[in-house]
């Protein structure tokens, strides 16, 4: 079956530095969604990517596409206490017999102020 | 406000005895989700639906029900066959096939 999986699993980040995290599908997808689940909390959107190669910005924020649609990076520039939280990513594949988003097991951040 | 409301934000539970999670949205989306998210782990999906009276089981359905019996409502019952029922359960929903998921803020169910 269709598998996401994110690296690292943790990301301890000095505050003002940059990390990148990294998620790799199985299987080709249709897009990728993004999310952040700050702790105690629940996931929030972020952002989806639908086209091979794209790139967007939200702020300190960069999301890629990869080109055979089947990775995506998230990299963080300049980072802030406020980036504390789990990023997850979510490949969805679409199916005549119904859609599947299959989550990544997260990356967890910690900043060190 | 729209959104999606969860209900309780906490539960107990004994062994043996069924629970029903509560899922409300007035956000008017056709599709609705249940994920169970332990701790520091990812977002499993338990059972989706994107119409009413439909639904189709997600990747670990063994041990929950849920019914759709309005656009608005997906309830889950966690029954007694589920074998490790602890964990946090989140409700989400997304208007079309392929859109952004909402969730709510969860429900932390405990076995004691």
């Known amino acids: 079956g269709q598998q996401v999986m994110q690296i690292p699993q943790y990301q301890h980040v000095q505050e003002g530095e940059d990390f990148t995290t990294y998620c790799n599908s199985s299987t080709t997808l249709s897009n990728i969604q993004w999310y952040k689940q700050r702790p105690g909390g629940h996931p929030v959107f972020l952002i989806q990517l639908v086209k091979s190669g794209e790139v967007k910005k939200q702020k300190r924020l960069t999301f890629q596409f990869g080109e055979a649609k089947k990775n995506s990076s998230l990299h963080i520039t300049a980072t802030q206490t406020t980036d504390v939280g789990t990023y997850f990513c979510a490949g969805l594949m679409i199916k005549a017999a119904g859609n599947k988003l299959t989550f990544g097991g997260g990356t967890r951040v910690l900043v060190k102020p | 406000d729209g959104g999606i409301t969860q209900s309780p934000k906490y539960l107990f539970r004994k062994e043996g005895q069924n629970v029903t999670l509560s899922c409300e949205q007035n956000?008017?989306?056709?599709?609705m989700y249940w994920y169970r998210q332990d701790p520091g782990q990812g977002l499993r999906l338990i059972y989706y639906s994107q119409i009413v009276n439909d639904f189709q089981k997600g990747d670990i359905a063994e041990g929950y029900s849920v019914s759709r019996e309005k656009k608005e409502s997906f309830p889950l019952t966690v029954t007694s066959a589920q074998k490790n029922p602890t964990a946090f359960y989140l409700c989400a929903s997304s208007y079309g096939r392929a859109g952004e998921l909402f969730f709510g803020e969860g429900s932390r169910l405990t076995v004691l």
């Open positions: 956000l008017n989306h056709d599709a």
